[in-house]
């Protein structure tokens, strides 16, 4: 298995981008591209293979769920790791994502250790934070 990993970062917020890059360059073996929506990011995926996807779920253009869902719907990406970032906790959207499958959830605001125990299971072994 190789130790490195690619992750997707979408979020129509540029700072929020740059906090998530910044959180994941605590750990070792892992690259960041970067999209500022569903539709980018979905242009992006058709010339560029990650391992992860990272999204905000409110963004203009294509939200995050519609983002998911075409992942899900595309065989070559279909087991993709999707975690959605969200500000709103509401069970109505945990239910709406879970329908589309999606691997895991944030909830904003989080810290980089919420960030990292959430990839973690998504990510081969030698991509962890290292040791504080």
């Given amino acids: 298995m190789k130790n490195t990993a690619r992750i997707l970062v ?3 917020s540029k700072v929020m981008r ?12 892992v690259s960041v591209l970067e999209a500022r929506d569903g539709k980018d990011a979905w242009d992006l995926l058709q010339t560029e ?4 996807i990272v999204s905000d779920w409110n963004m203009p253009r294509m939200k995050g769920i519609d983002l998911l869902r075409q992942v899900r719907a595309d065989a070559a990406m279909s ?6 970032v969200t500000a709103e906790a509401q069970d109505v959207n945990h239910s709406e994502a879970d329908e589309a499958r999606v691997s895991s ?3 904003k605001p989080f810290t980089p250790q919420a960030l990292h ?7 081969p072994e030698g991509c962890t934070p290292p040791a504080s």
């Fill in 10 to 12: 979408v979020d129509d």
């Fill in 18 to 29: 740059g906090i998530i890059r910044k959180m994941l360059a605590a750990l070792s073996g």
């Fill in 49 to 52: 293979k990650v391992d992860v």
């Fill in 79 to 84: 087991a993709t790791p999707f975690v959605m």
């Fill in 105 to 107: 959830y944030l909830t």
């Fill in 117 to 123: 125990t959430v990839l973690a299971p998504f990510l």
